[in-house]
Each structure stands twice: as structure tokens, then as C-alpha cells.
């Protein structure tokens, strides 16, 4: 059992999470992500736009997810979640599978999940492990309409009653591997300070909302979240 003085922790992880697995960031090569623009790849403008290219963007991810594992990071917070006595809850806006294969057990993928698809005409959820083509039929009405399970840019995150609830009754909240620049969970850290939680940023480097935190470790994650850990 952890020894920790912390009884309801909320922890937020982003794209420098899964870094040192092999997955890019987004903004770490200026602004490009896999080469596009994400206005051209991550709105629902753009797959009106251009649904081959999307797909075509997503199919890729998703097919990268086979080549690659969780790091120590991953499985240092579902080894300290299998130990803690108290509430906690793993918030992600990675849409890779790395918490889940660490182990990870409460957590929300508040961007979306490459491994799924969603029906565009009943809203209906599948799993999807194979790629997505303008003839792949969904099963819930077997006809054409399957669109990656993403949150993308303009839509509103998924289960954000849940997070803001866990936020407004935590002790101590840490974020991991992102950047600050992409709301709402920019501002989760407001919501923790406005409840006078520890709240602690992990990154590679100081974060936009670095600010906001009361204290902050800077380093590769593979190496400072588990040693943060221990320290509780
Ligand atoms: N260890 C810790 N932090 C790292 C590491 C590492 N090994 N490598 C990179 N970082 C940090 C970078 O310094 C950067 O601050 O991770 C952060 C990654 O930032 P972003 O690329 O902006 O990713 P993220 O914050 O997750 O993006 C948020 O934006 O495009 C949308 O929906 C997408 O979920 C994504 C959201």
C-alpha cells in the first residue's frame, strides 16, 4: 500500500507521455504533425473537406499503435494506481492505447481513442483495430459512415462531468507531458488550485500554463514520474 498523505488524485497526461515510446508530439516540431497541418487533419471541416486524407491520416496512427509500447512513465501511474488506498483518476488526451496496456484502470480519454469508430449516423461506438475506408460499414446499420472515434478540434471532449467533478475534490493533481495549449484541460490545473490542491507539473519543459502550478519537475517522463511517485 502507498504511503501517501494524498487521498483523491487527479493526473492529466498528454502527448509527452507516449514520447519516449515512439509516438510524436504535436507541437514539438514546429506546429506539423506528421507532416499536415492539424486544421487540415483534426476538424470536422476538414474531413468534410477531404475524408481520404483524414482517414488516411487516422488509418496511419491507428496502425502504428501495433509497433509500440508503454514506458516506465505509463506503468509507474498504473503500478501506483493498483497500490492507492484512496480516489484517483488518469485523465488522457492521448488517443493511443498506452495507459490501457500499462494496466491503467480509471481512465478517461477525454480526446477520443484511435483503437475506436464511430457511426455518423447513429453515434453508435466499435471497436476498430483494422482501417477505416469510405466502404468500411459500421455494425450497427451496415451501411457506410464510419469516422475515427477523435475528438478533433471544435468538438466538445467526452465525459468532462466526470473529470470536473474528480477535480473539484482533489488533493493533489499532476500534469504529464503537455503542453498547456489546448483547452479545456489547459485549465484543469485552475480548477485544482481553486480547491486548494497540490498541484505539480511534470514536463519536458516549463508548459505554457507552467505558471499555474504550484511546483514542477522537469525532465523526460520515463524517468520523473516514477520518481515522483515514490515520493508520495
Ligand atoms: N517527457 C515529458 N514531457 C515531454 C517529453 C518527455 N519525454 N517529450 C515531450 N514532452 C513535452 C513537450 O515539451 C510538450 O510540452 O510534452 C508536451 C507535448 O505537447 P503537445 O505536443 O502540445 O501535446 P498535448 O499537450 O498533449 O496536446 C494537446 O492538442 O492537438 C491536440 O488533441 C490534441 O490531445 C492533443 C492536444
Not at 2 to 14: A, D
Not at 195 to 201: C, D, H, K, N
Request: proline share 4%; aromatic share 8%.
Amino acid at each position: 500500500m502507498q504511503n501517501t498523505k494524498h487521498q483523491r488524485i487527479v493526473v492529466l497526461t498528454g502527448a509527452g507521455i507516449s514520447a519516449e515510446s515512439g509516438i510524436n508530439t504535436f507541437r514539438d516540431s514546429g506546429g506539423l504533425w506528421e507532416n499536415h497541418r492539424l486544421e487540415d487533419v483534426a476538424t470536422p471541416e476538414a474531413f468534410e473537406r477531404n475524408p481520404e486524407l483524414v482517414q488516411r491520416f487516422y488509418n496511419a496512427r491507428r496502425a502504428q499503435l501495433n509497433d509500440v509500447k508503454p514506458n516506465p512513465a505509463h506503468i509507474a501511474l498504473a503500478e501506483f494506481e493498483a497500490a492507492f488506498a484512496g480516489e484517483f483518476l488518469l485523465v488522457t488526451q492521448n488517443v493511443d492505447h498506452l495507459h490501457s496496456l500499462a494496466g491503467s484502470n480509471k481512465l478517461i480519454h477525454m480526446h477520443g481513442e484511435l483503437l475506436k469508430s464511430r457511426c455518423i449516423h447513429t453515434d453508435k461506438i466499435h471497436s476498430q483495430t483494422s482501417d477505416i475506408t469510405e466502404h468500411s460499414h459500421c455494425e450497427c446499420c451496415q451501411q457506410p459512415g464510419l469516422r475515427p472515434h477523435i475528438v478533433w478540434f471544435g468538438e466538445m471532449p467526452l465525459f468532462m462531468d466526470e473529470i470536473y467533478q474528480a477535480l473539484e475534490n482533489c488533493d493533489l493533481f499532476i500534469s504529464i507531458g503537455t503542453s498547456g495549449n489546448v483547452y479545456p484541460a489547459a485549465g484543469f490545473v485552475e480548477v485544482a488550485n481553486s480547491v486548494g490542491a497540490r498541484t505539480i507539473e511534470i514536463n519536458l519543459e516549463p508548459s505554457n500554463g507552467a505558471a499555474a502550478f504550484k511546483e514542477a519537475i522537469h525532465g523526460p517522463a520515463s524517468i520523473e514520474v516514477s520518481a515522483f511517485l515514490s515520493s508520495l
